[in-house]
């Protein structure tokens, strides 16, 4: 395993990340593909045994290790699929909304709206007393 | 047994070719149906012979050598909870069909719901870790379509933390397989014990923490929980049923694979907090909730809990009183959502306060939601207290007074958010306000009642033969804490 | 609905769509001992049929009205998963292949493995999948709705 290929996976799996991280559906399903591939990477170069093609017509033994390929190809298949899915996904949402921005999680926007308007309430009920103290015409 | 093992995973995939191809309604039920029909078929062949004969039945593809070919293997835990899905997802099935208009309408419900169905059973019967992956795949593809079937704009937000959380968990997965095939040279779980146990202990760490994240936050244990309670509820009800009875468990059954066959009592410890954190968050969660499908969702998240302690005990009796609980948690939960999408489907509303009365309307109804209710909570003659007591009891043997300590709390607030149900859909006037003919719900939904129904007495039924149930748990547990009982059998036949 | 066609794009469409289809299924049927098979021959094919979708000219095509994609994907599912089936009704395990030989007088020994078939599956469910994906995410999806949306540029 050269060590080029080690930096490589380094950098898809931080780039994967980081575009995962985002707002955007589109970005998050472009990390996805990304970090797959860094997935992928990884498996054949940590676990391939090296030599010729694992072919049988026309290659002398020893083969290199047919399995991580197979894994790595059905691995492929899946994230094929995976893609064509989050990109319908992505294309839905914009069709309803105009944008694919991910929302927060619901549980976190019923509590920031609870917050709201118990601090709307709270200014209120200030005001209330501000504008009764200064109806009683003494200034606080 | 070669081709019965099979079954269960080809006889959907063929069901699912077929409805693919044929979208009339009528027709696309009778081929699920059957399909199906043939899986609870070759599962109950499989269970009956698992505790029978063979303890361990197991069949190559393709004719290969033990070493190179795709292995299927159902030990005791395996059948049991094979037969379990299959027969709930052919009772959900039912379910689903009588509830007809919403979710089976689209054509391509039925064939979706035969994949996952073909996900479900392979990942049962996997015999390496790499088919794993590959059925968890299969499984959770069917599921984000199911998931995202009507295309609403809440399925599709809902949709997208779901799917994106799995995708994540995929690729972790993926990565563990990949790192374990790089450090011993095999992904067979029959040949993986031994290699894993030569390796140096950081890399033993290593690669079960990896596991248990992966399959952690498909089980949604504590801190990896928090996607669920978003995503299912906005699935129509006998999706969720679904979800709710099965999904988390296969990963559950993964933690409990990770944990007795792969690295024997590695993370005992981390998993005991894990357990009681993921107990006391769900109960705590779903106390706060006033929807009723939200606090069921909660309470997947909880009961998930007490599985993964009798995992974390990790002796005989522990393991034993895990497999039973199974046993009984997965029908209970299903049939709590399939109450629950019998409601919705009257009322339109499962909010408490825009519905009321129903024990009014229906008492038989009110008694199909009680029973799994006081179950679920583990209150005496049901199945829910057997299996807690178990439990219990196996930890009063390990002296963790802590962590029992925690249960117990936890059931009674269980028992709280039960009666919090009861009294915000059951009780009170009628709401919304119906006219007289409409006021026996059943009268209108037969099949969807019929199907909970069925699904209760099963419930019913684990509790009346807990005895001979618990026999065979105990022998699950026994393979399970025996791993050369498995390597022994995949290697010798 | 239409407003630009280059002429470009459809003459190699013309020319190129029958000989990517060949290719495809000579890549299909030389996956049993060598590089190729029925995923790689299914994803080439797919090409072809992007190129003719990207052309329009596949709603000129009566033969689209026939084979909806949905009825393709399935038809390969069929295809594939009989075949897994199929030895277990001669006592073998799921998935096991089995070798015809025959001898043609002019043409020499022809052999038959039945995995070919499952590979054939495979080449025609991939087919369909990306028809779908076409139909699903392609610019007809905006036609099929009443209100299309303005499309981005």
Not at chain 2, 269 to 289: E, K, R, S
Not at chain 2, 426 to 433: A, K, V
Request: aromatic share 8%; glycine share 8%.
């Amino acid at each position: 395993m050269s060590f080029l290929l080690v930096v490589l996976i380094g950098v898809l799996f931080a780039a994967g990340t980081y575009l995962l991280l985002q707002r955007s559906l589109t970005q998050i399903v472009l990390g996805i593909g990304v970090l797959a591939n860094g997935v992928n990477m990884l498996i054949l170069a940590t676990s391939a045994r090296q030599g010729t093609p694992p072919i049988v017509e026309g290659n002398e033994p020893p083969f290199t290790d047919p399995v991580p390929q197979a894994l790595v190809l059905t691995a492929i298949v899946i994230g094929f699929a995976l893609t064509a899915f989050l990109t319908a996904l992505a294309w839905r949402l914009w069709t309803i909304e105009g944008h694919d921005l991910v929302e927060d999680d619901i549980e976190d926007r019923m509590v920031a709206r609870r917050l709201i308007s118990d601090h709307h309430r709270d200014v209120r009920d200030r005001e209330d007393v501000d504008i009764d103290s200064s109806e009683d015409g003494s200034p606080a | 047994m070669n081709a019965v093992l099979a079954l269960p995973i080809i006889a959907p995939l063929v069901g699912a070719a077929l409805t693919i191809m044929f979208r009339h309604s009528i027709l696309q039920r009778i081929i699920s149906f059957t399909a199906l029909s043939i899986s609870l078929i070759s599962a109950i062949i499989i269970t009956v012979d698992v505790s029978r004969d063979t303890d361990i039945a197991v069949s190559r593809l393709g004719g290969w050598p033990a070493n190179i070919a795709i292995t299927l293997v159902a030990d005791r835990l395996a059948a049991m909870l094979l037969l379990i899905s299959v027969s709930l997802l052919v009772i959900v099935l039912c379910f689903a069909i009588g509830q007809g208009a919403r979710d089976e309408h689209s054509p391509i419900y039925h064939p979706v719901y035969l994949v996952l169905a073909a996900g479900i059973s392979q990942a049962f019967l996997a015999g390496d870790l790499f088919n794993l992956f590959v059925a968890f795949e299969l499984m959770l593809m069917a599921s984000y379509v199911l998931l995202t079937l009507d295309g609403t704009d809440k399925q599709i937000k809902s949709g997208v933390t779901y799917v994106v959380l799995n995708v994540l968990k995929s690729l972790l997965l993926l990565t563990a397989v990949g790192l374990i095939f790089a450090a011993t040279g095999t992904v067979s779980m029959s040949e993986l014990p031994e290699l894993l146990a030569a390796l140096p202990v950081g890399v033993r760490t290593g690669l079960n923490l990896l596991l248990l994240v992966a399959f952690g936050i498909k089980a949604a244990v504590f801190p990896l929980y928090f996607w669920l309670p978003d995503s299912y509820p906005s699935a129509p009800s006998s999706v969720t049923a679904v979800f709710a009875g099965l999904l988390t468990k296969v990963g559950v059954y993964g933690i409990i694979r990770t944990e007795t066959l792969l690295f024997p009592g590695n993370q005992a410890n981390l998993l005991l907090w894990v357990a009681a954190f993921t107990m006391v968050v769900g109960v705590i969660g779903a106390l706060a909730q006033s929807q009723m499908k939200r606090i069921l969702s909660f309470h997947i998240i909880s009961q998930i809990g007490y599985i993964v302690m009798g995992v974390a005990l990790g002796t005989k009796a522990a393991l034993a009183a895990t497999v039973f609980y199974l046993m009984h948690h997965i029908p209970v939960k299903a049939s709590l959502f399939l109450v629950e999408g019998i409601v919705e489907r009257e009322t339109g509303e499962t909010e408490f306060d825009k519905v009321g009365g129903l024990a009014r309307r229906s008492g038989f109804f009110a008694l199909l939601f009680m029973i799994p209710a006081l179950s679920l909570a583990g209150i005496p003659p049901f199945s829910g207290f057997l299996a807690k007591y178990s439990l219990l009891r196996a930890g009063f043997d390990g002296d963790q007074w802590l962590i029992i300590g925690i249960a117990i709390a936890v059931s009674l607030l269980t028992l709280i958010s039960m009666t919090k149900i009861w009294i915000g859909l059951f009780w009170g006037e009628i709401m919304p306000p119906v006219p007289a003919e409409r006021v026996g719900i059943l009268r209108h939904h037969q099949l969807m009642t019929l199907s909970s129904a069925v699904l209760i007495a099963g419930t019913l039924g684990v509790a009346f033969m807990a005895n001979p149930l618990y026999e065979f748990c105990v022998g699950a547990a026994e393979q399970l804490i025996n791993p050369m009982m498995y390597v022994k059998a995949v290697r010798g036949s | 609905m239409k407003t630009m066609r280059s002429v470009i794009l459809d003459e190699a469409d013309r020319w190129l769509f029958p000989v990517v289809l060949l290719v495809s299924v000579y890549l299909t049927f030389r996956g049993h001992n060598a590089p190729g098979g029925g995923f790689i021959g299914g994803l080439v094919a797919s090409a072809a049929f992007v190129l003719r979708y990207l052309t329009g000219r596949h709603r000129e095509d009566p033969i689209y009205e026939v084979f909806r994609p949905h009825t393709i994907l399935g038809a390969g599912m069929l295809v594939s998963t009989i075949t897994a089936l199929a030895p277990l009704f001669f006592g073998d395990s799921l998935l096991e292949s089995h070798i015809w030989k025959w001898k043609i007088p002019v043409f020499g020994e022809l052999k038959i493995v039945s995995s070919t078939f499952f590979d054939l599956g495979v080449y025609i469910l991939v087919i369909g999948v990306v028809l779908s994906i076409l139909v699903a995410l392609g610019i007809d999806q905006d036609e099929n709705e009443d209100n299309p949306n303005e499309a981005p540029a």
